[in-house]
């Protein structure tokens, strides 16, 4: 903050002095300090994402900073209180992945650090679960009654993760139950739930949780600009080979080129945008390219999500891949592909399974490294992520995979298994 | 259909100064933290913000109060209970920029130019409510004011006065905010009347 404060400031003594007539005032100087009440301004350059190198460790930061609780009122609702997580969008997240997958300081990766500090900031965690698998229209209001509906009673606190940059959920909310008791169980009961259309993906609120469902969520959260009806399906401009990288709809525009078709669902969840100073001044660069998930599968996966029967903007190109009852993501993933408008090239097939081969190569000999050294859990965590890493990709139903994925679930029962044999 | 809005020279208007305003919170922690007590007493907050403009060269400019080198905002303040939004604007309007003898009708309000919803006690705010939200904390509506001809600010010590060119303003959240940075949009269905 300290930086972009003094980068401000240079920016505008330059800038008022030409263009801002000042019209009255004596103190030029107000003290720092009191700027700070005015975050409006002030936090935004660290909400568009740093100068497109916002850190890990900062976005964990204001995970950090948004973990209150609030008690229960009432009407039930005076103590919700929403909660924006880290801006991630699916390159970050892979990223992240990865680096997990492939570093190894298990105490600062994604996991850890998130963990860390739901462990640090609430003490009653263990009164809480996640769910998941909600589409960016559930509300509040759906979950709670989705939560009586399991029979868990009420809800002392409840928050959902968003997308600080634009506001739209990314269909995950931790809730806090009200007693460990009720918690015990809690997620069998809620994934026997559907709302609107899905069933509830729930977890107890662990290590692992957050960025499993972070990884979901951007795999699928995509921004639903939904082709309006009449518009041409979105093949007629991904065409056979979809670009690796689609520039997105709004960088396109800020280049001075409107798009000729929205390309509806090719763009990254959270468009990095470029807080950077002056913003008026300088193109913004093209948003990170998504890097685990191909997007076109983004894309289908989106079309799927975001349309519902019954609802308005139906493009009739989906209506016959609109079965999504399934409860993961790779289930929607390879039921994306069914589609006869969506089916990846062999280019796309052949890159997913590499990344998927090398994904579970290296988390295996990170797991038994890991394993061998005595650190069962950091293993095992890699190993879990690893899987559903593959789980979401576009290939998940492909027989490969499956492979991969039993390889790496006996290694995980094997490093289970020496675990527990260790204790 | 077209919203008529008259602007006179920034030349056409005298500026002094008076006392400090300060803000009721000191942090933007406590801030938050009155914001979620307010809300837990009286439920989501109404807050309103005046657009005063003038113009130069025949681009409208926008009042806003400079706080530190690179803090702006517009005349703002929270509705009270029973009071109107119009009511309010004047007040706050009156609050910040004029004196406890400037008339109130000095201050005309024209007509709403943009709604910002706050879905959580924290920063973000958007021009809409997310559709998961169904009680966002903070409601905020920004008035447009329309000038007398002539009148006199006074301007709290604490605080700049700068009229900022609209294309100041266009596309510049990282300077201004979102808020801010969005009045081109908003004021662009006005038709102006340069005098």
């Not at chain 1, 700027?35 to 995970?63: I, R």
């Not at chain 2, 201004?176 to 004021?187: E, F, H, K, R, T």
């Given at each position: 903050m300290a930086t972009e404060s003094v980068?401000?400031?240079?920016?505008?003594?330059?800038?008022?002095?030409?263009?801002?007539?000042?019209?009255?005032?004596?103190?030029?100087?107000?003290?720092?300090?009191?700027?700070?009440?005015?975050?409006?301004?002030?936090?935004?350059?660290?909400?568009?994402?740093?100068?497109?190198?916002?850190?890990?460790?900062?976005?964990?930061?204001?995970?950090?900073?948004?973990?209150?609780?609030?008690?229960?009122?009432?009407?039930?609702?005076?103590?919700?209180?929403?909660?924006?997580?880290?801006?991630?969008?699916?390159?970050?997240?892979?990223?992240?992945?990865?680096?997990?997958?492939?570093?190894?300081?298990?105490?600062?990766?994604?996991?850890?650090?998130?963990?860390?500090?739901?462990?640090?900031?609430?003490p009653n965690k263990k009164n809480s679960v996640f769910i998941g698998n909600l589409t960016w229209w559930t509300t509040d209001m759906d979950v709670l009654s989705a939560v009586r509906e399991a029979g868990l009673g009420e809800v002392k606190s409840l928050?959902?993760?968003?997308?600080?940059?634009?506001?739209?959920?990314?269909?995950?909310?931790?809730?806090?139950?009200?007693?460990?008791?009720?918690?015990?169980?809690?997620?069998?009961?809620?994934?026997?739930?559907?709302?609107?259309?899905?069933?509830?993906?729930?977890?107890?609120?662990?290590?692992?949780?957050?960025?499993?469902?972070?990884?979901?969520?951007?795999?699928?959260?995509?921004?639903?600009?939904?082709?309006?009806?009449?518009?041409?399906?979105?093949?007629?401009?991904?065409?056979?080979n979809p670009p690796l990288y689609p520039r997105p709809p709004l960088a396109s525009v800020m280049g001075g080129l409107p798009p000729p078709i929205l390309p509806p669902t090719l763009v990254p969840p959270e468009l990095p945008f470029n807080p950077a100073f002056p913003a008026a001044a300088l193109p913004?660069?093209?948003?990170?390219?998504?890097?685990?998930?191909?997007?076109?599968?983004?894309?289908?996966?989106?079309?799927?999500?975001?349309?519902?029967?019954?609802g308005a903007h139906l493009n009739p190109a989906f209506l016959q891949d609109q079965m999504m009852q399934g409860n993961n993501v790779a289930e929607i993933f390879a039921k994306a592909f069914q589609g006869p408008t969506s089916r990846p090239s062999d280019e796309e097939i052949a890159d997913a399974n590499q990344r998927n081969r090398a994904i579970s190569s290296s988390a295996i000999s990170r797991a038994m490294s890991d394993a061998n050294a005595g650190d069962y859990e950091s293993a095992i965590e890699t190993l879990k992520m690893a899987i559903t890493l593959i789980k979401q990709s576009i290939t998940a139903g492909s027989e490969s995979c499956q492979i991969l994925i039993q390889s790496l679930v006996d290694c995980l029962r094997g490093v289970e298994h020496q675990a527990s044999g260790s204790k | 259909m077209d919203r008529l809005i008259k602007l006179y020279p920034l030349s056409n208007y005298t500026f002094g100064t008076k006392e400090p305003l300060y803000e009721k919170d000191r942090t933007v922690e406590s801030r938050f933290l009155r914001l979620k007590e307010d809300y837990e007493k009286t439920g989501m907050r109404r807050s309103v913000d005046g657009v005063v403009?003038?113009?130069?060269?025949?681009?409208?400019?926008?009042?806003?109060?400079?706080?530190?080198?690179?803090?702006?905002?517009?005349?703002?303040?929270?509705?009270?209970?029973?009071?109107?939004?119009?009511?309010?604007?004047?007040?706050?309007?009156?609050?910040?920029?004029?004196?406890?003898?400037?008339?109130?009708?000095?201050?005309?309000?024209?007509?709403?130019?943009?709604?910002?919803?706050?879905?959580?006690?924290?920063?973000?705010?958007?021009?809409?409510?997310?559709?998961?939200?169904?009680?966002?904390k903070e409601h905020k509506k920004l008035f447009l004011v329309?000038?007398?001809?002539?009148?006199?600010?006074?301007?709290?010590?604490?605080?700049?006065?700068?009229?900022?060119?609209?294309?100041?303003?266009?596309?510049?959240?990282?300077?201004?905010?979102?808020?801010?940075?969005?009045?081109?949009?908003?004021?662009s269905r006005f038709n102006f009347i340069y005098i």
């Open positions: 980068s401000d400031e240079w920016m505008y003594n330059e800038v008022l002095d030409d263009d801002m007539p000042e019209v009255s005032g004596m103190n030029r100087r107000v003290s720092i300090d009191s700027t700070d009440l005015l975050d409006d301004v002030l936090t935004f350059p660290a909400s568009g994402g740093g100068n497109g190198s916002k850190t890990e460790v900062d976005t964990e930061e204001e995970v950090d900073l948004n973990l209150h609780f609030t008690t229960d009122t009432e009407n039930g609702l005076a103590g919700i209180e929403d909660s924006r997580s880290a801006r991630y969008n699916a390159e970050q997240v892979a990223k992240t992945v990865q680096a997990r997958i492939e570093s190894n300081k298990t105490s600062q990766s994604i996991g850890g650090t998130h963990s860390r500090s739901i462990y640090m900031r609430d928050k959902f993760y968003d997308n600080r940059t634009n506001g739209q959920s990314k269909g995950f909310t931790m809730v806090e139950l009200t007693s460990e008791a009720v918690a015990l169980g809690a997620p069998d009961k809620l994934q026997m739930i559907t709302v609107h259309g899905r069933k509830l993906v729930a977890a107890y609120a662990g290590r692992m949780s957050v960025a499993q469902f972070e990884a979901k969520s951007s795999g699928k959260a995509v921004p639903d600009k939904q082709p309006l009806v009449g518009n041409k399906p979105q093949t007629s401009l991904t065409g056979k913004r660069p093209p948003p990170l390219p998504p890097a685990a998930f191909d997007p076109s599968a983004l894309a289908a996966a989106a079309a799927l999500n975001s349309q519902k029967p019954g | 403009l003038v113009h130069e060269h025949n681009l409208p400019h926008v009042l806003l109060l400079q706080l530190g080198s690179t803090f702006f905002k517009l005349p703002s303040g929270e509705v009270g209970p029973g009071e109107s939004e119009a009511e309010g604007v004047q007040r706050i309007v009156n609050d910040t920029l004029g004196k406890e003898d400037t008339p109130l009708s000095t201050w005309i309000v024209e007509d709403v130019v943009a709604n910002w919803w706050r879905p959580n006690f924290e920063s973000p705010q958007y021009p809409y409510i997310p559709a998961h939200c169904t009680h966002p329309q000038l007398p001809e002539r009148t006199m600010f006074h301007v709290p010590r604490n605080y700049k006065l700068v009229a900022a060119p609209l294309f100041e303003l266009y596309d510049n959240s990282a300077g201004y905010g979102p808020v801010i940075a969005g009045l081109p949009q908003n004021l």
